[in-house]
């Protein structure tokens, strides 16, 4: 039999928000769509690391891939959303500060894999050529997509208004999405070490062992879904940071518009007493 | 031997990686969504 203490009952009765309780970025469907990555991501390590055969060539640093091109894939796919959703914002009528949003999102997603890829092929590299970097065409240009998005990430954090923010990272959002053909086809374009695409080819000519392609296909599942989820989050989330900071805006001009009523002298008297005045004449 | 440290190690990273965003982007809308009424946010 427990008993309550009335001093800490009534504490924790101060404590209740008197407001009803606010709700985060989590809805039904994003803890769907979270439950689905969980699912994949486990399937992924699952058939990554256990069920998938080695390589002839590579042995058993193949493993590798199916966390590498994923990654890729997913930073290529927050790339081009944050182009397409710039375009939306630049070209539509409506300017819908949601587009701006959406490309900022998915700019950060990106730019986050894009990360992960390099560092995770730096591994594999230190398999296969025995070296962690190579000045390779691949590489580079990876390292150059990530240094573009680094700093479209840094414009959209430079001052302004929200629309100004909209309006030049859009710009640049569309002018740095021209270098994910480069990054893709630098294999072709240029001697390189890296190897070339082995399913996303021109000649649609697949050379993987089945299971081996289900294991990368499981792993693109996976890393969509994420994308998906993270989307979600981060858009709603950006979304209540603009409201949050316009709010702050207002409160601002606010407060600076009754500072400055009180320390200017009111002119309304002398008006007053004279219409007064002319009006008792 | 040696693969098998890349392989978790990259696995890991990977995965350490998605962990980590994924908590950071719950943890700024939780924080958000206390500040923000329910009938301002548009996904409700």
């Known amino acids: ?281 | 031997m040696e693969d098998a440290g890349f392989i978790l190690g990259s696995y890991f990273l990977t995965f350490a990686t998605v962990a980590l965003f994924a908590w950071r982007t719950v943890r700024s809308g939780r924080k958000l969504g206390q500040q923000v009424p329910d009938d301002e946010k548009y996904w409700l």
């Open chain 1, 1 to 281: 039999m427990t008993t309550i203490d009335p001093a800490r009952a009534e504490h924790e009765t101060e404590r209740q928000p008197a407001s009803p309780p606010r709700r985060s970025t989590a809805t039904r469907g994003t803890r769907i769509i979270g439950i689905g990555a969980i699912v994949a991501l486990g399937w992924l390590i699952a058939f990554g690391l256990g069920f998938s055969p080695a390589d002839r060539d590579q042995l058993e640093s193949v493993r590798i891939l199916y966390v590498h091109v994923p990654t890729i894939w997913l930073a290529y796919l927050a790339f081009i959303v944050t182009a397409v959703s710039s375009a939306m914002y630049l070209f539509s009528k409506k300017k819908s500060l949601g587009w701006d949003r959406a490309a900022g999102a998915s700019a950060e997603i990106g730019v986050t894999f894009v990360a992960v890829t390099l560092a995770v092929g730096a591994m594999w590299g230190r398999l296969t050529w025995g070296v962690f970097w190579q000045w390779d065409a691949r590489l580079t240009t990876t390292a150059l997509l990530f240094v573009t998005y680094i700093g479209y990430l840094a414009v959209r954090r430079l001052g302004g208004s929200h629309e100004q923010r909209a309006k030049r990272s859009a710009v640049l959002g569309m002018i740095a999405v021209v270098e994910i053909p480069l990054v893709h086809f630098s294999v072709k374009m240029w001697r390189s070490l890296h190897q070339e695409a082995t399913v996303a080819n021109l000649d649609g000519d697949t050379k993987m062992d089945g299971l081996m392609l289900f294991s990368l296909f499981v792993g693109v599942i996976a890393f969509t879904l994420l994308y998906v989820w993270l989307m979600l989050h981060r858009t709603r989330a950006m979304a209540m940071e603009d409201l949050l900071e316009e709010r702050g805006l207002d409160d601002a001009l606010v407060a600076r518009r009754a500072e400055a009523a009180a320390t200017t002298p009111p002119p309304t008297s002398t008006t007053t007493s004279t219409t007064t005045t002319g009006s008792d004449s």
